[in-house]
């Protein structure tokens, strides 16, 4: 640490411009920065014991001629316990493997959010468990439909049953829910379940993207328009004409730009920056968010009438330690996944590594379990992943309640209790068997995947009794 209390972040980068846009984004975060051009200039700096008392080492993949193996390397032959981070350009599994391997701590794609950057730093810093490896969000693609997505807990399969009747209509959807927990593989899943499926589904992260820029973004701009607009800019509306724009975080857009985006919901119709002419769009929208957006209504900084026009339908994703039943299934679907992506393969889990998962709060949801398993995965030696291969959890412990669940041992909470069926009401007294099977019956769709047959063969009913419980319950397929 600097001799002022500030922290010291080594920037490898030979563009002179990302240098100034990183060591900004550092800056919010209380980071003074050094810039070097190429990994020998960085083991210079760190030489000798004058070397530079440097906290963090950030890696431009793009900027250096030499292997980021190498370089990361002997990085740590100077200074073995020095955090390295890799930002690229590209979204590459193969190229966060190597670099993971290689020692690096996390892996940044341009471009990065500033919470996201900031947040890196810190928990790279911290040796925290959030600061896990992230290739996964972007790299392994979450195509799913609602049948192939993991998931029995009551709550969770009760929000997927209301996004699944939201698919087949027009309405914009809110999808709320912590970060992490999957908003947009539920945004996925209704757009995949809709009458526009065959159509594009565009992506804008409201966060991501500079708050005098965003209207460009979603709207587009003629030549002119503005300074710096040497050329015209088609927006993400009429790229995702026809189809849904999911609008991520979108607590994050400007009050000029919710303006603006409300006259398109009422209109249809886009204009871009300083052009004349409207044009229609048939555009779904679907918007997610980790905030209470009637509390930023009530603070001024969402309109109240945009929420009202976004939230028509919805969907509550329930926070990962609300459904922790559901983490040795997510765990061995995730495993799957990975296996495969390129330098990996399939491994298995023991159940002292499941409990392990199982007892701990998962702060960064399911995103969070899919980093500490990648991670995992990269580094395991053996067939199957141990508890040993989580040391950042066998440090942190389990939580209070995984043990008081259980009486005191904080080893079986998910694997006793994985069905997640409450059988008492808040109160104390029994909730009527109605409910009750109502929610077995969810469970075991999940559980099977939606494979109807399955379903009825496992709860031992014929398949015409299935579906008369589904029609007098009331439960959509889906759940």
Excluded at 12 to 30: H, K, N, T, W, Y
Excluded at 129 to 148: C, H, M, N, Q, Y
Excluded at 370 to 399: H, K, S
Excluded at 411 to 421: E, Q
Aim: aromatic residues 4%; contains cysteine; hydrophobic residues 50%.
């Amino acid at each position: 640490m600097t001799r002022n209390g500030q922290r010291l972040l080594m920037l490898i980068d030979a563009d002179a411009a990302q240098q100034r846009q990183l060591s900004a984004l550092a800056a919010r975060g209380g980071w003074r920065t050094v810039a070097v051009p190429d990994g020998a200039a960085a083991l210079a700096l760190l030489a000798g014991a004058a070397g530079r008392p440097v906290d963090a080492v950030l890696l431009d993949h793009a900027a250096i001629a030499e292997p980021v193996a190498d370089v990361i390397a002997a990085l740590h032959e100077r200074r073995p316990a020095l955090p390295v981070l890799v930002l690229t350009a590209h979204e590459s599994v193969a190229d966060a493997v190597a670099a993971m391997r290689a020692g690096a701590v996390d892996f940044l794609v341009r471009p990065v959010a500033p919470q996201r950057f900031v947040q890196a730093l810190e928990a790279a810093l911290a040796g925290s468990v959030s600061g896990e490896l992230r290739p996964l969000t972007e790299k392994i693609p979450a195509l799913l439909g609602f049948d192939e997505i993991v998931g029995s807990a009551p709550d969770f399969r009760a929000a997927l049953a209301v996004a699944a009747k939201a698919a087949r209509a027009r309405v914009p959807v809110l999808i709320d829910g912590e970060p992490g927990v999957g908003k947009e593989v539920v945004a996925e899943a209704i757009h995949a379940a809709s009458p526009r499926a065959a159509a594009p589904r565009i992506t804008v992260n409201c966060a991501a993207i500079a708050t005098n820029l965003i209207e460009s973004e979603l709207f587009g701009h003629e030549q002119g328009a503005f300074a710096g607009a040497f050329e015209r800019r088609i927006g993400q509306f009429v790229h995702a004409d026809g189809g849904t724009l999911f609008l991520d975080e979108v607590d994050h857009l400007p009050l000029d730009a919710q303006a603006a985006l409300l006259r398109v919901l009422h209109s249809e119709e886009v204009v871009p920056l300083g052009g004349r002419h409207p044009r229609a769009v048939d555009v779904r929208v679907i918007a997610a968010t980790n905030k209470r957006l009637l509390d930023e209504v009530a603070a001024g900084r969402f309109r109240e009438d945009l929420y009202y026009r976004l939230n028509a339908v919805t969907v509550t994703i329930p926070p990962l330690r609300q459904r922790s039943g559901d983490i040795p299934a997510l765990t061995r679907h995730l495993l799957a996944r990975i296996a495969t992506q390129p330098g990996l393969r399939e491994l298995g889990i023991t159940d002292d590594a499941l409990a392990l998962l199982a007892a701990y709060d998962w702060p960064g949801n399911v995103r969070q379990l899919q980093d500490a398993l990648f991670r995992a995965a990269v580094l395991c030696e053996g067939d199957a992943l141990t508890r040993g291969d989580f040391p950042q959890l066998a440090a942190i412990g389990a939580r209070p309640a995984a043990r008081l669940a259980t009486g005191g041992t904080a080893a079986a909470p998910a694997l006793a209790a994985a069905g997640g069926v409450t059988l008492f009401r808040p109160d104390g007294n029994l909730r009527p068997l109605e409910e009750i099977e109502a929610d077995v019956i969810r469970l075991a769709i999940g559980h099977y995947r939606g494979r109807m047959t399955e379903v009825a063969r496992r709860l031992g009913i014929g398949r015409s009794t299935l579906y008369r419980k589904l029609s007098e319950l009331g439960i959509d397929t889906a759940a």
